[in-house]
């Protein structure tokens, strides 16, 4: 392992020390616990300070647990009415905005192009406003008829104590369609993330394992993949080449159905850890499903997940035919990034994104040559940074405390491990099944790892570490770009896509090609200089 | 496209679908952008901040710079005051603005906290450095929208700006444009300066959302209405207040407080609300428009001849901010067009009361709605159809599937360019307003037209 190429006189320790300078005293404490410098070799765990609350007034990239509930876990399943029980504000900005592309099934029902919303007025935060939930529900079941209809708290619901959970279940009972009432007020937890462990609670005890419907064939879940510009459907091409069967996908371009027997499938393959591990975790205990870690995300990891599936059915025909697609799709795909990677070899990277593609995207920088030398979670957890090894090591402090961890048992009649307890052990040990090995690990020594980056820190590094792109969001491309430096926003690309799996390399390589060699950035200058009127009589150097 | 919206008008009483209007504390945000060296504080939990700016970058492409108190469940309970502290310490000591401008959500509205005596004891407690202003306003977005929001921070400026002065500055004027683009904003300026006068805007976007691109980044930006040029607001002659929904309640203030009168009048979008706009600045002050602005006048009016015989009768379904409809209507009125269906989210019987009033004499019934939907405008539509729709992004679902030209046109555009630089107001916005419109028309026109009947010239 070298030390970074572009960037050599940075000392990264005296940079990060420097840093949280800028802050008052006790800020200062908290914030350089949330930063680190990999080490000059390596070799020794590394460990960083996460999930914990944010600093008032830091200007965060995060957001709230709702919009971990409903705009990532629930809102992108198509077929179902998903109603904010709040005022208008939290229903009308996560309407369209994540790009969690969406086909109907055969019942053609799609209300991803819909927002509804209980839109509280000042009379319903007074006497409460569970009447008018419940009215709600019942217009949106009489108007649109959907499969299912999820309700989510706000938060001056928790607040007004209305009980977003009893009026759910009366008005399943009413209704005779599943209405799934999620607790994921704002203002829980930290971030984002409290609202996905909400999202996996109820998914889990409420959908999952209601249906039993026998999967055929070598079935897999796909797990914690949202089809962000069609990310869902690559991956879902590549597995069925393999002739890999996808039961179902959470969340991206999900139908409810489909997660009533997912339970039946043979495995589950997690792609964003953070936002479904819980799911995945809970699925093993109760229905002896096993859950792998993969990333479809650059070449050569895609090409690694894929056979880190055919380890799992451990059939020669398998094996064979995902060989014969993998030896197909990686010598299209590396044909067609080469010209874009011969321009962006030894470019260099930053990468501030949610809670998984901060680590994902950075095997497919490496499958383009490109370093990185500066990465961070806005809500991931320390596993996520340092593998889940240290899971047992972790405290849940007192702002995440009232997340619920749910007790769970074998299911007495439903439980069908998949493997024998010596295979399974076998598969752990290799690194096959349970095992994720988190972003720093695979993060050179001489970068920075930043947790929750703030506005000001963010500066810091684009004025010392000069990077050629920074991977990041809506809120910081344009902080980004004015400094001269191109943004990619890997949350919703920018509006392209997929990224994922063979073709979404090639994609990406050739919009990261385009955006650093786009010729426009040299004109950002001023091209006017005046001459120096006096500068010979005065024999000045200007 | 929007397969579940049925023909039949739904009659809800609890579900709200596709808003046409959003929550209170972005509109103070934008306002509050609007101040030089100004760095808008959202008190409540991070989420409504993440979403503010996002959804103001996605409009504007621009940066949009805001904090947050982040409240934790804990400070649900027991009250943000100690957030708002140390929110304000991080703030003056990281970010160094000259004002802090507070608004809540409905989190912090709910439980009630008191942002003026959390402010005066942290100011006590030496948090607030010595000339430095922490502003706020009350934005609980349970109440009203968007426009709502920025009212209400407009009126929060006023009120801890503006101080009763004897000395009336000669030809000071303040000119409160309304919930407008930056490019408004810059053209309304404009225009009272051109008839002469020293206007003092606020609040003032331009150069905060359209800087330019030169390598450096400013957090904040060169525009926005200085605290020196608003503690003089007291000083000026008289007040002109653009849009009743926007501009009203700051005008009422200052009037009450510091006795500078007020003239309220429409935002000024199409040439009727123009000219009443300078009229006014004309009976208040006794300024005149000069010869280039009767020129602009002219150049619309005469382009609004030269194609009315692609605009007479057509028929418009519009939606958007009330202040913005209401103009935008009568503009549509003027060309010989129909505003048959003009919908806005934002509640306010004022709304409805002004259009029946600027469409009386129409030969047809509108249909006139406050506090509505675009679902309910998407059943008008299907009910009998329009030849033209004109609003913001969300209506590109309805255009699609009713395959209706569509003119973006308010707040937010998320998905085309040039909105936030080419203004809309003034006989100038007019013109552009109005190429947008017939432009939109001829292209559907070429699209539509049998190979026979494509014409060179149009």
Redesign the interface.
Known sequence: MSDLKTCPDVDLEEFIEETVK???AK?AKKRRSHMLARTAHGEEEQSINANA???????????????GCKGVVIGPYGDMVH?TH??????????L?RRNLFKPGAD????S??????????H??IFGGEK??K??IR??YE??KPNAISVHA???V???GDDVVAVAREAEKELGIKVLAFNC??????SQSAGHHIANNRLFTDVVGTQDKPVEGYSVNVLGEYNIGGDAWEIERVLEKCGIKVAATFSGDGKYETMTYAHMASLNLVMCHRSINYLAEMMVTKYGIPWAKVNFIGIKSMSKSLRKIARFFEDPELSKKVEEVIAEEEKAALEAIAPHAANLEGKTAMLFVGGSRAHHYQDLLRDLGMTVTAAGYEFAHRDDYEGRHILKDIKID??SR?IEELKVSPDPEKYNPRLTPEKMKELEEERILKHYEGMIPDMKSGSIVVDDVS??EL?RLIIKLKPDIILS???D???I????IPSKQLHNYDYSGPYAGYKGAVNFAREIDMMIHNPAWKL???PFKRKPLLSAELGSQA | MLDHTTKEISQRKALRVNPAKTCQPIGAMYAALGINRCLPHSHGSQGCCSYHRSHLTRHYKEPVMASTSSFTEGASVFGGSPNLRQSLKTIFQVYDPDVVAVHTTCLSETIGDDIPTIVKKAQDDGIVPAGKWVIHASTPSYAGSHVTGFSNMVKGMASYFTKESENKVQGQVNVLPGYVEPSDMREIKRMVREMGLKPVVFPDTSDVLDTPKTGEYHMYPKGGIKVQDLVQTGSSEHTFALGQFSSLDAATYMDQKAKVPFTLSDIPIGVKSTDRFIQGIMDATGAEPTASMLDDRGRLVDMMTDYQHYLYGKTVGLWGDPDQVISLAEFLKDMGMKPVYVVTGTPGKVFEKRLTSILKDEPYEPVIAQSQDLLYLHQLVKNEPVDLLVGNTYGKYIARAEDIPFVRFGFPILDRAGHSYFPTVGYQGGLYLLSNIVNTLLDRMDRDAPEERFELVM
């Open positions: 800028v802050y008052p800020v609350r944010t600093v008032p007034g830091i200007i965060t990239q995060r957001g709230c647990c709702y919009a109603i709040g005022p208008i504000g939290c229903g009308f900005y996560s309407w905005t053609g029902k799609n209300y192009q819909y927002c509804f919303s209980t839109d509280m007025q000042e319903d935060i008018k939930l009215q709600a217009e949106a108007e649109f706000t938060c001056p928790g607040l007004i007020e704002g203002y829980k937890g930290v007192a702002d009232n506005h000001v500066e969001g809506i809120k491309k344009y902080v770009e004015k400094f001269g950002a200058a001023n």
